[in-house]
């Protein structure tokens, strides 16, 4: 099943994660299929952004999102 999760990246207690969608059996930071955002929890706006028109196709073709990615898009 093709799933849409975060991918962590950055550094020690500086976490910034990736918005991916890749096979569920894969880690979580191993291969993705495609990047379609990003988010950055640490500076004070919570910065994230994603391109809502992949983040629909996507969903359209099967694809789950985790909870927390529903969580923090809004859908």
Aim: proline share 5%; charged share 30%; net charge positive.
């Amino acid at each position: 099943m093709t799933v849409i999760r975060l991918t962590r990246m950055g550094r020690k207690k500086k976490p910034f994660y990736r918005i991916v969608v890749t096979d569920s059996r894969k880690r979580r930071d191993g291969g993705w299929i495609e990047s379609i955002g990003y988010y950055n929890p640490v500076v004070p706006n919570k910065d994230i952004k994603f391109d809502e028109e992949r983040l629909n196709y996507w969903l359209s073709v099967g694809a789950q999102m985790s909870p927390t990615v529903k969580r923090i898009t809004g859908k």
